[in-house]
């Protein structure tokens, strides 16, 4: 950054620092969580290139700066995934026209990845709204314990892939006790409703989310020249996850009941890092949401409020790419930071959802990542419309949209009901 860039980027950032303060919950001990010690910071200014030279209108940003900080992320973060596969084959194993009471179409596809050993079958649930006059919008989520847990329709297939014990797990295999043990967080109904699709894909089907050396999911279908080799910029659990989020759209484009120029993205916490960067590696999908995604997704990393980038390399080995960890204490030395993820989603719709209790994700340096992408938004002509972080239960839907609900870290149906609203703004 030149001085002169440097200085005004330094002013925004004092302007917004000290703004509103939530109440203290339970969160990990030994970490910041009193605004009044944020060190000052100073972000990497998203417009300047790596040439020094600034971006001012959008078709540099599409053709320099865009093509610059997405691989940023690539080699500093995520790490660098393959692109669509050769062997892939969509097989709906299942489709029933009286869903949801009547409601819905339910279709269930399996994704075949890979041949042999390492083949993986990942499965997609798709409920289509019935009423829907043409291709629906819709939105494709990527969910923890099982499409089976997003919902109690007792036809839901159960994962067979890893999953993590509790919520009717055992040993790592998900039971029949676990159907709709989730469904708080998937407004299933309220969405078909609005005349959207829904569709999840199981996170655990992708890549199990341990630290395996990346031997089972994804990363074994493209092995390394010498397996005993990992680069520091190879992908890694979250963009395996993201990855498989594109391979699912592959399928929706597939699927003449579904517009999928007009499907938006959505994860909560881990998986929303993962819609982030499924939204930045992926153009097709046309609205991405995050839900309390925290460090490594919405929230400023150089903040240091809640998690750490130390500590979510340590606590996470697996999620992010080799490189990410010489950012450990060190965030400031980082080209990127996540306001820069965020603006990757420009010009489309994106969403940034916090929760007031969520302190270990960070609220407010979430909002401050919103803002801090809205100068990519601008050469668009796509105002935030805040310069200043909303209180509690007051969303704002620009094109960026934001909000910070009462409440803990969680998917509520208040949640949902901004993400339809912004929807209808956007995908209608
Ligand atoms: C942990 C982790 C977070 C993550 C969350 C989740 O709390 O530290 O970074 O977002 O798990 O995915 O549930």
Known sequence: MKPVQMQSFGCFLLIVLFTSSFSVT????????DESKVTPYELPDPLVCVDGTKVTDSSAWLKKRRPEVLSLFEDEVFGCSPGKPKAMRFEVVEEAKEALGGRATRKQVVIHLGKGKKALAVNLLVYLPRKAKGPAAGFLTINFMGNHSVHADPAIRIPTSWVRNGNGVKNNKATSEGRGSRASRWAIDAIIDR????????????????????????????????????????????AGWAWGLSRCLDYLETDSAVDAKRIAVMGHSRLGKTSLWAGASDERFALVISNNSGCGGAALSRRKFGETVKRINTSFPHWFCENYKKYNDKEGECPVDQHMLIALSAPRPVYVASAEGDRWADPKGEFLAALGAEPVYQLFGHEFGVVTQPPVDQPVHGRIGYHVRTGKHDVTSYDWGQYLDFADKHLK
């Open 195 to 238: 005349g959207y699709a829904f569709a999840t894909v199981y996170y655990g089907d992708i890549d199990p989310d341990f630290n395996d050396g990346y031997e089972n999911g994804v990363h074994p279908l493209f092995p390394p020249k010498d397996p005993t080799k990992r680069k520091p910029t190879d992908w890694a659990s979250i």
């Open 26 to 33: 339970a969160q990990p001990k030994g970490y910041l969580y």
